[in-house]
């Protein structure tokens, strides 16, 4: 019986060691994904502010008009969302206010050849998702799409649940690319992770779908469309089963 009781002692006591030890390690990868996300706004952050402010100086100096202060009003929607990361989530409701301020801002740099429609389901609006990704695809199109075509472009933005997937989805017409270019950029996509990154010099969309796949733990899709001189789309499907069982997680 002595001999079973120190058995049974010395079972719970490796058990116990066993449990600590993997509690460590889970504490420790969340410590990692933590600091890795922070690293990630920090490559972000000031890709939109100086954007945003050069859209600001190139207006002031063609203009000089008063409308600056309200380009300057969607500067601080931009900045204050931007100093905000006590979460690294936020709402679809939330960024798509900043979606539309940066939308708004670069109105005033593309004047009339820049339009645009963002349309959301309401039951989509209070999921969490990394803040300023969908930001980051919006500042794509813009960049890439839209400022080098000299005709009227259009950027839309949806928001929507299928069977089993939320879908957010980006289209601008643009620009485009061809087909090697979406297949190049496809398997960046789909090859990313944090070591590939931290070599990259731009980061752009890169960093926005990394940020998503570890959110949702890889639970993610991304499809790419385009066709030169037509536009350019991506459709971020996401798993609702994972959405779902992280918002239990958190009791909401």
């Given at each position: 019986?002595?001999?079973?009781n ?39 952050n ?51 206010e ?60 949806r ?16 620009d ?8 190049a ?9 944090i070591?590939?990154?931290k ?8 960093n926005?779908?990394?940020?998503i ?26 798993s ?9 997680e958190?009791?909401?």
């Amino acid at each position: 019986m002595e001999n079973y009781n120190r058995i049974v002692s010395i079972n719970n006591h490796l058990i116990q060691t066993v449990y600590k030890d993997r509690l460590r390690e889970q504490e420790s990868d969340i410590a990692r994904k933590n600091a890795e996300l922070l690293a990630l706004q920090s490559q972000i952050n000031p890709h939109f502010l100086f954007n945003a402010l050069e859209s600001i100086r190139m207006h002031s100096v063609l203009k000089g008009e008063d409308e600056t202060a309200a380009m300057v009003e969607k500067l601080a929607v931009m900045e204050r969302q931007n100093v905000e990361w006590e979460h690294d989530s936020v709402t679809i409701k939330k960024e798509m206010e900043f979606v539309r301020a940066y939308l708004a801002l670069q109105n005033y740099r593309f004047g009339e050849r820049l339009s645009f429609d963002i349309d959301i389901d309401g039951d989509c609006e209070n999921i969490l998702i990394p803040k300023l990704t969908l930001t980051t695809f919006v500042e794509n199109a813009c960049v890439h799409g839209i400022e080098s075509k000299s005709s009227q472009g259009w950027i839309f933005v949806r928001v929507y649940k299928n069977a089993d997937s939320l879908c957010i989805e980006i289209e601008d017409t643009g620009d485009g690319m061809d087909e090697n270019e979406v297949e190049a950029l496809s398997e960046s996509i789909n090859s990313i992770d944090i070591e590939t990154i931290k070599t990259k010099k731009r980061v752009g969309i890169l960093n926005a779908c990394l940020r998503i796949k570890m959110m949702f733990d890889n639970a993610v899709k991304f499809v790419l469309e385009s066709e030169k001189g037509i536009g350019f789309s991506v459709v971020i499907y996401i798993s609702l089963e994972k959405i779902n069982e992280q918002q239990k997680e958190k009791g909401e």
